[in-house]
C-alpha cells in the first residue's frame, strides 16, 4: 500500500472514530514516558475509550472532511485523542491522568458534536460517570423502597390471614357463645382457641394453621 493509501485509510478511521463517538478529547502529551503512556492507554481499553496518536495534518484533514468547526493552532505540537460513546469517560481518564502525573495538557474537545475547550472538558471531568450516577440513585431510593416493599408484604400478610378467617365467619359465628359445647374463636396470627366452661377461661388448641379449623368444624356438634 502507497503512502497515500495508507494517509487516506488513517484519515478514515479518524472520521469514523468521530463519529461513533459521543465525546472527543485532544490531548498535548508532550512529557508523557512510556510507563505512564502504557497505563493510560490501559485504563482507556479498560473502560472502551479509543486513545490514538495520529498526526496532526491527518486529524485537521478528517475533522474538515467532517465539516466540523475548530481551531487550527490547537494541532501546533503533539497531539493524541481519546474517543469515548459516553459524554465524561474520556474527559476523566485524560484529565485525572494530568492531575496524577502534572505533565500533558487538554487542547479541547467535542461533546455531542458541540465544540468544548480546555475548562469546560476539566468541568465535564467531575461529573460522575453514568453508571456511578445510577448507582448513587439507587443508593439513595434503596431505602424508601426497601421500606415500602416491607409494607406492603406486612399488609399483603394482613389480607391473606383475613381472608383466611372469612372463609370460616359463619363457623365462628355459630359459635360465639361460649356456653356451646364446640365454642372456638381464632385470634393472634392464626392460634385457635377454645372456650373451657370448666377452667372459665381460653384454651389454647394446639393446631396453629387455619386450615386446620375445618378439622374441628366436621367434628363439632354445629348445625
Given at each position: 500500500?502507497g503512502?497515500?493509501?495508507?494517509k487516506?485509510q488513517?484519515?478514515?478511521?479518524i472520521?469514523?472514530?468521530?463519529q461513533?463517538a459521543?465525546s472527543?478529547?485532544?490531548?498535548d502529551y508532550?512529557?508523557?514516558n512510556?510507563?505512564?503512556?502504557?497505563t493510560?492507554r490501559?485504563?482507556?481499553?479498560e473502560s472502551?475509550?479509543?486513545?490514538?496518536?495520529?498526526?496532526?495534518n491527518?486529524?485537521?484533514?478528517?475533522l474538515?472532511e467532517?465539516g466540523?468547526?475548530?481551531?487550527p493552532k490547537?494541532?501546533?505540537?503533539t497531539?493524541?485523542v481519546?474517543?469515548?460513546?459516553?459524554?465524561v469517560?474520556?474527559?476523566?481518564l485524560?484529565?485525572?491522568?494530568i492531575k496524577?502525573i502534572?505533565?500533558?495538557?487538554?487542547?479541547?474537545?467535542y461533546v455531542?458534536?458541540?465544540?468544548?475547550d480546555?475548562?469546560?472538558?476539566?468541568?465535564l471531568?467531575?461529573?460522575?460517570?453514568?453508571?456511578v450516577?445510577?448507582s448513587?440513585l439507587?443508593?439513595?431510593?434503596?431505602g424508601?423502597?426497601?421500606a415500602l416493599a416491607?409494607?406492603?408484604n406486612e399488609?399483603?400478610k394482613?389480607?391473606?390471614?383475613?381472608?383466611?378467617q372469612d372463609g370460616?365467619?359463619?363457623?365462628?359465628?355459630k359459635?360465639?357463645?361460649?356456653?356451646?359445647p364446640?365454642y372456638?374463636c381464632?385470634?393472634e396470627?392464626?392460634?385457635?382457641y377454645?372456650w373451657?366452661?370448666?377452667?372459665?377461661?381460653k384454651?389454647?388448641?394446639r393446631?396453629?394453621a387455619?386450615?386446620?379449623l375445618e378439622?374441628?368444624?366436621k367434628?363439632?356438634?354445629i348445625s
Open positions: 500500500m503512502a497515500i493509501e495508507q487516506k488513517i484519515v478514515s478511521e472520521k469514523e472514530n468521530f461513533n459521543t472527543v478529547v485532544f490531548v508532550r512529557g508523557i512510556v510507563s505512564e503512556d502504557t493510560l490501559k485504563q482507556c481499553t472502551e475509550v479509543v486513545y490514538k496518536v495520529y498526526k496532526n491527518l486529524m485537521i484533514r478528517a474538515n467532517l466540523v468547526s475548530f481551531d490547537m494541532f501546533e505540537g497531539t493524541s481519546a474517543f469515548a460513546k459516553d459524554e469517560t474520556a474527559a476523566k485524560v484529565c485525572d491522568t496524577k502534572n505533565k500533558m495538557q487538554v487542547k479541547f474537545g455531542n458534536g458541540e465544540l468544548a480546555a475548562k469546560q472538558i476539566e468541568a471531568s467531575k461529573i460522575p460517570s453514568k453508571p450516577l445510577v448513587m439507587l443508593g439513595v431510593l434503596q424508601p423502597v426497601s416491607r409494607a406492603l399488609i399483603s394482613k389480607e391473606a390471614f383475613k381472608l383466611r370460616y365467619s359463619e363457623f365462628v359465628k359459635s360465639a357463645n361460649k356456653d356451646h364446640t372456638y381464632v385470634e396470627k392464626d392460634n385457635i377454645r373451657d366452661k370448666a377452667l372459665k377461661k384454651v389454647l388448641v393446631l396453629s387455619l386450615n386446620k378439622e374441628y368444624r367434628n363439632s356438634t
